[in-house]
């Protein structure tokens, strides 16, 4: 069985389970799947007085399972990382250990969470939860997210870095 775990799966089946996500959390929990809202979470929880009504009428104490779902999913990570691979995967690739590798991974994290913010949530609540719900906006939204990355991939990315 360890075997079996060890290694990749087929996209078909991964897809079927990440997929599953979506219903399995409003059948057992009630809630709706995505991951930016741990982020306004965090917000909250280090400024609970802040001036910010993003972060002042946040409702803490029932999106805190947020935040259990997030380390649940890096956890799960490592876990799969070091007990199910051959060989454990770093945390970093070696092209991202230099100044130009932190300062794209800073500028990505900040166009990413921009985005995130200004889309009006993530590529997993839109593009599971938005367009399982049938949402317009969530399919418009994971358009462009597809629209951008390639963009950035296949286009002009490579100027820039």
Known sequence: MLDVMAQP??????????????????ILAGKAFGISTSLQE???LCAP???????RKFDRRSNLWTLVFVLG????????????SNEPISLLPPEFSSVAGAIQ??????????????????TSGHSLTGISNLNLPSLVATIFFFVGGLTVTWGFGHLLF
Do not use: D
């Open 49 to 55: 007085n802040s001036k910010l009504e993003y972060l």
């Open 73 to 84: 999913i890096v956890l799960g990570g490592m876990v799969a990382s070091r007990l199910l």
């Open 42 to 44: 965090i917000g909250a």
């Open 105 to 122: 991974l800073l500028l990505g994290g900040f166009l990413v969470g921009f985005g995130t913010r200004y889309a009006g949530g993530c």
């Open 9 to 26: 799966w087929p996209w078909w089946i991964s897809g079927i389970l990440i997929g599953l996500t979506v219903p399995l959390l409003y």
